[in-house]
């Protein structure tokens, strides 16, 4: 690896660009005309573009940059933006102050997604600093709002469908299933679950009550809600939606064959944050985390929350509630299954807010296709052994998006681990990590080629 | 009814004895000294005896200061210390400025407690300034930490009890059951239930982890808890712990039909909170709050408790969850109860963390008794019309100590309403309600005595 690529690379992770807080405004322009300037570096004349948001950096090969005309068109997409920092003081250096110890790059974004970013946007350079042409039409779109929902970029993708039109899209923000140094194994991920995300409110008395003088005689929404919530899931951990597994599709025996191939360390992975396998009855916990819906509540409030005692019947409590779909699940029709469900539930007179947080539909890319198989041979190239085919428990609901709208696949070659602290305080990536992102997405461009 | 006693009333309102709060321990001091003052000036040598907490002022009569020396002995007690007055920007005038609007005396404490406190106070002042000895034995016993859970008044009780030895406890502290000026109705409460209270903490995960990549492969505590306080109540209402009603004593018909008469508004009561009837199967509003256990949900902690979305399994959740107990249950037998259920669900592996908030016992007094009938003549003395003979769904809990400690009958003789906004902004107490209490806790010394 050149020293070059990670100066650069510790240069954009110098630039705080937190795009949930509105005080980082300018850094979040600076990061977009940052990496605007690394694409014209490359040859291209990348354009930052606005939105109801922050910035979209796009940029896309003339001819005059491809080495054939008739060459396949790949869309690259990443983000730019970053989760806050907080909390600082667990940081061992400062989170926009890039070091490197150990061989690992320590920086906010490092590994989500300004690593991984650069790895496709290095590889482009590499073409250039050999004074090669690219392989491929390459269309970059580089958005500053994933941290934040990319609640602009559908409409975005929408309104430039035209300009955005390609191939296959290759995304860079997933792991590698083994990350060994003497033995890398990158990951192909070729399916993800979609979301279904509610806030559920439960309002009862018109104000907090003492519970000695009402207790057993109203209903207590914080009490309701915990009755009601509590019967989701039944003892064989299975989600009580009528309907809700109606349309997931059974794991086929191959999948499942192939699945159990992989070597997946259960015991290290739930060992790991001091857990032990729990969840639907006759799964693995593979299987449970790829194929199989689950439904989780991701947070509680109401009532008394501090220490000590207070007997208080509140006048509301609620909760975080979703649920992870499979392909082939539909969050709208997921959506409407809990609304018609909860609202069915007798609540004495309580009255239900839900909120719903949009949701994202799961998505699926084919694992037979010559995109994929140009991914397996770059893998192969540069690893020297083939990728692990697997599939991912949570969402990047744009993926779905770019087969809705543009109609296309989507590779997800990601270099990540699990354990970069992502969204986490000391977040880091791996340096030869990164090197092996750079080279294999550059090889990628070539398989991509040699696909017709 | 005298003005200096409402002149003396807002002179111990205007003092800001908040117990909870350690920047207010000179003004507890303040309002003990002054307590100790009132009593000086009705004769008594009162003493203010440190505790452990607040200090507690005590005061017993001479035999000199009573008309026979073989008259009964009353112990009075109450507390001098009052909430914390906040949201302050609430109050129509400020908490510690008592002040007279439409007949009502608006001040933190109006009510809760010291405006009855000084009902029975002002009674023993009304002997004196008539130049009367005092029918009975009184001694009083006025604490200091009744807002923040009487901690240091079972040892005291204990430490004292030869020179608290009475035959009967008078409080006032509880509610009239019909304040109409036209057709005022006291009431005596001759039972309260008791109290128990946790805080039950589920830990799950060593750290906060994604929804998606974990969700389904291990037990999330914020699910699990409401999967098992879902299962506290059955569709009846009913408390599904083992045994737990082997101690509920039924209710007899007479009782039964003797509250019937009472004539309770229970759609006033109920819809003045916004709420309707909702409880065990085969009670009324009024037996459910009275004679039936309730369990409420009191608050729910963990997880993500912001807006919008944040898809994290938590790393722990807990909920504070309070059984009220009628009489003849046992505190620390339905404390067990619980505990054992709760740890013989099965949630995964997670690890429970239970807080147990020192129970409460339920108390009950003799209906029958001759310092009942006392007070019943008291009541119809000054306001012409028997009283109510209520229970109280809520938890006095020193009153089973009395019982235990100095095997005493207490009579809750109180003239407070639902309505006087304690533990709230714009407390007050109507002055004909406080010239009530001081008429009718003077009468009551005088039946007392009659009962010889």
Same mark, same amino acid.
């Given at each position: 690896m050149n020293d070059p690529a990670v100066d650069r690379l510790c240069a954009l992770l110098a630039i705080p660009s937190v795009s949930t807080d509105p005080a980082y405004a300018d850094q979040m322009r600076a990061a977009a005309a940052w990496v605007a300037d690394h694409l014209r570096g490359s040859g291209f004349e990348p354009r930052v573009m606005d939105t109801a948001g922050h910035?979209?950096?796009?940029?896309?090969?003339?001819?005059?940059?491809v080495a054939d005309p008739a060459a396949p068109r790949v869309l690259f997409y990443g983000h730019y933006d970053v989760q806050p920092p907080d909390p600082l003081d667990l940081w061992t250096?400062?989170?926009?102050? !890039?070091?490197?110890?150990?061989?690992?790059?320590?920086?906010?974004?490092?590994?989500?997604?300004?690593?991984?970013?650069?790895?496709?946007?290095?590889?482009?350079?590499?073409?250039?600093?050999?004074?090669?042409?690219? !392989?491929?039409?390459?269309?970059?779109?580089?958005?500053?709002e994933e941290e934040c929902g990319s609640v602009n970029l559908p409409p975005f993708i929408e309104q430039h469908k035209d300009e955005l039109a390609a191939d296959v899209v290759v995304v860079s923000d997933t792991s590698m299933w083994d990350a060994?140094?003497?033995? !890398?194994?990158?990951?192909?991920?070729?399916?993800?679950?979609?979301?279904?995300?509610?806030?559920?409110?439960?309002?009862?008395?018109s104000r907090d009550l003492h519970s000695g003088v009402y207790g057993g005689s109203l209903a207590n929404p914080a009490t309701q809600l915990v009755r009601v919530l509590g019967k989701l899931l039944d003892d064989d951990h299975r989600v009580t939606l009528p309907g809700f597994y109606d349309d997931v599709a059974p794991l086929d025996e191959a999948e499942r064959e192939q699945w159990r191939q992989l070597g997946f360390d259960e015991a290290g992975f739930l060992g790991d944050v001091g857990a032990a396998p729990f969840g639907e009855k006759g799964y693995s916990t593979l299987e449970r985390r790829w194929s199989r819906p689950s439904c989780?509540?991701?947070?509680?409030?109401g009532?008394?929350?501090?220490?000590?005692?207070?007997?208080?019947?509140?006048?509301?409590?609620?909760?975080?509630?979703?649920f992870r779909i499979p392909a082939?699940?539909?969050?709208?029709?997921?959506?409407?299954?809990?609304i018609d469900w909860v609202h069915a539930q007798d609540v004495g007179g309580c009255r239900w807010e839900i909120t719903d947080h949009a949701g994202a539909?799961?998505?699926?890319?084919?694992?037979?296709?010559?995109?994929?198989?140009?991914?397996?041979?770059?893998?192969?190239?540069?690893?020297?052994?083939?990728?692990?085919?697997?599939?991912?428990?949570?969402?990047?609901?744009?993926?779905?998006?770019?087969?809705?709208t543009l109609g296309l696949d989507t590779l997800l070659l990601g270099f990540g681990l699990n354990s970069d602290n992502i969204h986490s305080p000391d977040e880091h990536f791996a340096l030869d990590r990164f090197q092996l992102g750079v080279q294999t997405h550059a090889e990628l461009l070539r398989q991509i080629a040699a696909t017709r």
């Amino acid at each position: 690896m050149n020293d070059p690529a990670v100066d650069r690379l510790c240069a954009l992770l110098a630039i705080p660009s937190v795009s949930t807080d509105p005080a980082y405004a300018d850094q979040m322009r600076a990061a977009a005309a940052w990496v605007a300037d690394h694409l014209r570096g490359s040859g291209f004349e990348p354009r930052v573009m606005d939105t109801a948001g922050h910035p979209c950096v796009t940029a896309r090969t003339t001819d005059a940059m491809v080495a054939d005309p008739a060459a396949p068109r790949v869309l690259f997409y990443g983000h730019y933006d970053v989760q806050p920092p907080d909390p600082l003081d667990l940081w061992t250096t400062p989170p926009f102050e !890039p070091t490197v110890r150990d061989g690992r790059l320590y920086a906010r974004g490092a590994s989500d997604d300004k690593g991984q970013v650069m790895c496709f946007l290095e590889a482009l350079r590499t073409y250039r600093d050999a004074g090669e042409k690219l !392989p491929c039409h390459v269309t970059v779109l580089i958005e500053g709002e994933e941290e934040c929902g990319s609640v602009n970029l559908p409409p975005f993708i929408e309104q430039h469908k035209d300009e955005l039109a390609a191939d296959v899209v290759v995304v860079s923000d997933t792991s590698m299933w083994d990350a060994d140094p003497q033995r !890398p194994v990158p990951a192909i991920t070729y399916a993800m679950r979609g979301l279904v995300y509610f806030d559920v409110k439960l309002h009862g008395p018109s104000r907090d009550l003492h519970s000695g003088v009402y207790g057993g005689s109203l209903a207590n929404p914080a009490t309701q809600l915990v009755r009601v919530l509590g019967k989701l899931l039944d003892d064989d951990h299975r989600v009580t939606l009528p309907g809700f597994y109606d349309d997931v599709a059974p794991l086929d025996e191959a999948e499942r064959e192939q699945w159990r191939q992989l070597g997946f360390d259960e015991a290290g992975f739930l060992g790991d944050v001091g857990a032990a396998p729990f969840g639907e009855k006759g799964y693995s916990t593979l299987e449970r985390r790829w194929s199989r819906p689950s439904c989780d509540v991701n947070g509680l409030y109401g009532g008394y929350m501090g220490e000590g005692a207070k007997t208080v019947i509140p006048t509301f409590a609620g909760a975080k509630v979703s649920f992870r779909i499979p392909a082939d699940m539909d969050p709208k029709k997921v959506a409407a299954q809990f609304i018609d469900w909860v609202h069915a539930q007798d609540v004495g007179g309580c009255r239900w807010e839900i909120t719903d947080h949009a949701g994202a539909w799961p998505a699926a890319a084919a694992t037979d296709s010559p995109w994929m198989a140009a991914a397996r041979r770059a893998v192969e190239q540069t690893s020297g052994r083939p990728p692990a085919l697997v599939r991912e428990g949570a969402t990047i609901p744009i993926i779905a998006d770019f087969k809705k709208t543009l109609g296309l696949d989507t590779l997800l070659l990601g270099f990540g681990l699990n354990s970069d602290n992502i969204h986490s305080p000391d977040e880091h990536f791996a340096l030869d990590r990164f090197q092996l992102g750079v080279q294999t997405h550059a090889e990628l461009l070539r398989q991509i080629a040699a696909t017709r």
